[in-house]
């Protein structure tokens, strides 16, 4: 079956780490993302990862995945108020022309100055 | 530019008033789809569409409809809304091919709140 799920607030200082944690339960996941969704806005793909890596780095962003515990996290280095948003996890499932993808309730980031 | 448009970005209706919520795209994607989002619950997929005169059934599907008679276009209906709709709505879209190179990243529209008193 397919579920992920995430803890659904952070609040981190201005200058620290955050790191979003994710679970899923479908072990066939081809893509996981991370999208982030700024206030009244829609959805914007952030990073993701193919599901045969265990790290990915993109300037602040590290994205870990342990596919034996089926987790995903997403470190943001030195957090800035503009990274105050609702972050969502989502995995891709699926083979051939269609791939469902199901996202997770998302974690709201609350960057305090 | 790019983008996914959806229209109205707000309204606020009556029970039993059908509505059609617009979603357009200019990056000729194959795939087009609808959520909703609610607190607590995330982005939940009511309706998808892998191509013209193609839609299918996402998670949620009950109380809406789409049709798919062009690309670009990907309306949902709303025959007879109920409060339990109000909601924000999403439309996305992305390539179906998962040829070298297309993670498959969905791109979204800025969002419809619906509100249904």
């Known amino acids: 079956g397919e579920d992920v799920e995430q803890s659904l607030f952070l609040s981190v200082r201005e200058g620290d780490s955050s790191v979003i944690n994710c679970t899923y339960t479908?072990?066939?996941?081809?893509?996981l993302y991370w999208y982030k969704q700024e206030p009244g806005a829609g959805l914007q793909l952030l990073t993701y990862?193919?599901?045969?890596?265990d790290m990915k780095q993109d300037q602040r962003l590290t994205v870990l995945l342990n596919k034996k515990d089926k987790h995903l996290s997403l470190r943001i280095a030195d957090t800035q108020t503009g990274d105050s948003a609702i972050y969502f996890c989502?995995?891709?499932?699926?083979?051939?022309?269609?791939?469902?993808?199901?996202f997770g309730t998302g974690t709201k980031l609350q960057v305090i100055p | 530019e790019a983008q996914v448009t959806q229209n109205p970005r707000y309204l606020i209706t009556v029970t039993g008033k059908k509505l059609t919520v617009t979603c357009s795209q200019n990056?000729?994607?194959?795939?087009m789809s609808w959520y909703r989002q609610d607190p607590g619950l995330g982005l939940r997929q009511i309706y998808y569409?892998?191509?013209?005169?193609?839609?299918d059934k996402g998670d949620v599907p009950e109380g809406y409809k789409v049709s798919r008679k062009e690309k670009r276009n990907f309306p949902l209906i709303l025959e007879s809304p109920s409060p339990n709709q109000t909601s924000l709505y999403f439309c996305a879209s992305t390539k179906k091919d998962r040829a070298s190179g297309n993670t498959g990243e969905l791109f979204f529209g800025e969002g419809s709140r619906l509100t249904v008193l």
């Open positions: 990056m000729n994607h194959e795939y």
């Open positions: 479908d072990s066939s996941s081809t893509y």
């Open positions: 989502a995995e891709s499932i699926g083979s051939g022309g269609y791939q469902k993808v199901t």
């Open positions: 990862i193919f599901s045969n890596m």
């Open positions: 569409s892998m191509n013209v005169e193609v839609t």
